[in-house]
T-cell receptor
Framework: KQEVTQIPAALSVPEGENLVLNCSFT??????LQWFRQDPGKGLTSLLL?????REQTSGRLNASLDKSSGRSTLYIAASQPGDSATYLC????????FGAGTILRVKS | ETGVTQTPRHLVMGMTNKKSLKCEQH?????MYWYKQSAKKPLELMFV???????ENNSVPSRFSPECPNSSHLFLHLHTLQPEDSALYLC????????????????FGPGTRLTVT
C-alpha cells in the first residue's frame, strides 16, 4: 500500500527566502507525481505535475523534482511571498491518487 | 461554467437529515471521484466511477450513497450522518481511469464544507 509522507509538517519563513518542501513515497512504481496548493477551507489548486519519465517541472518561482528510485520529490519555492502561505500537498499517481498530509507554509512579511 | 463545480459550497445538517452533494464536470472526462478531507488527515478516496460505473468503494459506510447518472454528473447522497462525518468533500474528474500502467491527471472542484450537528 502506497504511503506518502511530507516533511516538514509546518514551516514559517520570512519573506524573500528560498525554501524546499519534501515528499517521500514508499512505492516507486508510480505513474506521475503532483503538487497541489490548498488555501484554508478551499479546494485544491494544481501547481505542477511531473510524469514518471520526467525529472522536474518548473512554473514561475516553483520547481518540482522527482527521483523515483529514491522515492522522493521536492518542491522548491524561490523568493517566497506572503501570498505563498497555504498548505502544500503532494500526491502520487499509481492505481489510485494517494496524498500526503501536507506542509503548512507561512511566509511572514 | 468551466472545470469542476460543486454545490452547495457549505452545508450544515442534523444527524437525521437527508441531503445530497452535487458535482458537475465540464471537461468531457469519463472518470469521477469523491474524496473526503477531515481535519488534520490526508485526503481519502471514497468512490470512483468510470463511464458511470462504480469501480471503487473504499469501505465507505452505507450512510454515504453515490450516484453517477452520466459521465458529467456525480452525486453523494447523505443520510443519518454522524458528527465525525463533518469534513470537506472534494469531487474530481479525469479523462480516463488508471489502468494498463497509465494514469490520468485529476482535476478538482472547490469542495463542499459539510458540518453535521
Amino acid at each position: 500500500k502506497q504511503e506518502v509522507t511530507q516533511i516538514p509538517a509546518a514551516l514559517s519563513v520570512p519573506e524573500g527566502e528560498n525554501l524546499v518542501l519534501n515528499c517521500s513515497f514508499t512505492d516507486s512504481a508510480i505513474y506521475n507525481l503532483q503538487w497541489f496548493r490548498q488555501d484554508p477551507g478551499k479546494g485544491l489548486t494544481s501547481l505542477l505535475l511531473i510524469q514518471s519519465s520526467q525529472r522536474e517541472q518548473t512554473s514561475g518561482r516553483l520547481n518540482a523534482s522527482l527521483d523515483k528510485s529514491s522515492g522522493r520529490s521536492t518542491l522548491y519555492i524561490a523568493a517566497s511571498q506572503p501570498g505563498d502561505s497555504a498548505t502544500y500537498l503532494c500526491a502520487s499517481y499509481g492505481n489510485k491518487l494517494v496524498f500526503g498530509a501536507g506542509t503548512i507554509l507561512r511566509v511572514k512579511s | 461554467e468551466t472545470g469542476v463545480t460543486q454545490t452547495p459550497r457549505h452545508l450544515v445538517m442534523g444527524m437525521t437529515n437527508k441531503k445530497s452533494l452535487k458535482c458537475e464536470q465540464h471537461l468531457g472526462h469519463n472518470a469521477m471521484y469523491w474524496y473526503k478531507q477531515s481535519a488534520k488527515k490526508p485526503l481519502e478516496l471514497m468512490f470512483v466511477y468510470n463511464f458511470k460505473e462504480q469501480t471503487e468503494n473504499n469501505s465507505v459506510p452505507s450512510r454515504f450513497s453515490p450516484e453517477c447518472p452520466n459521465s458529467s454528473h456525480l452525486f453523494l447522497h447523505l443520510h443519518t450522518l454522524q458528527p465525525e462525518d463533518s469534513a470537506l468533500y472534494l469531487c474530481a474528474s479525469s479523462q480516463g481511469y488508471p489502468q494498463g500502467g497509465y494514469s490520468y491527471e485529476q482535476y478538482f472542484g472547490p469542495g463542499t464544507r459539510l458540518t453535521v450537528t
